[in-house]
């Protein structure tokens, strides 16, 4: 998964689009008149004129912010953001949905709107997945992939259970819009977010312990005690509640 080709980047007017070269860019421009000019942020599911896995396409709307001044919206817009997340992942090798095209509009400098577009995937969320049949090989791939995005020196940004999908052979990673390249205080936010978000699971949720330990058998090194770790995914769970 991910993408195979480099984006082609255009311009129309103030809208920058880069599209996967057998994307057709009218199709893609009909798609930003659709969704962006809709005036609101979501996210939508499209039918595309392609097969070959692309025929469903997730479409995310970015907006500007009215909390955003004028020098936020100067700076990397969240479009561009999780544009290059996905593109840094697939790189790396990294199971994520592949990245068909994306696009950002700015007046004068300033970010107005964009538009993320991956392939839609076949698979339900793990903690979907997980409510509906407990499986605890769902959580040890959902483990597994947090280690290996670790290994490359990344970081998910939100890695909570409904953020990997369960896929086969292995899961796979969405919505990165809050990525980053890994330091110490993003590997920890990484590992408090996904046991945080396991301990949410109805039922008899997952052991964190057990899934820190698993981590720890292949990842990189903890930045901090494990009781640390296991502390704060604790206040997660409590504060969020949520997988």
Not at 102 to 116: N, S
Request: hydrophobic share 40%; glycine share 8%; charged share 25%.
């Amino acid at each position: 998964m991910g993408i195979e080709q480099p984006l082609v980047t255009t311009r129309i007017g103030r809208i920058t689009l880069a599209v996967a070269p057998d994307v057709n860019l009218a199709w893609v421009y009909g798609v930003w008149e659709r969704h962006v000019r809709a005036r609101r942020t979501h996210i939508a599911i499209v039918e595309s004129p392609y097969g070959d896995g692309r025929r469903r396409v997730v479409v995310k709307v970015y907006r500007r912010r009215k909390a955003h001044g004028i020098l936020r919206r100067l700076l990397e817009d969240r479009a561009t953001h999780e544009a290059r997340g996905y593109e840094a992942f697939a790189r790396r090798g990294l199971p994520t949905a592949p990245l068909l095209f994306w696009g950002r509009e700015r007046r004068f400098g300033l970010f107005c709107a964009g538009l993320v577009a991956t392939a839609h995937i076949e698979a339900e969320p793990i903690h979907a997945a997980y409510a509906r049949q407990p499986d605890e090989r769902l959580i040890d791939g959902a483990v597994d992939l947090l280690s290996a995005i670790h290994r490359a020196e990344l970081c998910h940004g939100d890695p909570r259970l409904r953020n990997f999908l369960a896929s086969r052979p292995v899961p796979t990673v969405i919505d990165l819009g809050s990525w980053s390249f890994m330091s110490p205080r993003s590997q920890v936010r990484d590992l408090t977010r996904l046991l945080g978000s396991a301990a949410a699971l109805p039922g008899a949720p997952p052991d964190m312990r057990a899934m820190l330990e698993r981590y720890a058998r292949t990842g990189p090194s903890l930045p901090c005690a494990a009781g640390r770790v296991l502390a704060l995914a604790n206040r997660y769970h409590r504060e969020r509640g949520a997988p």
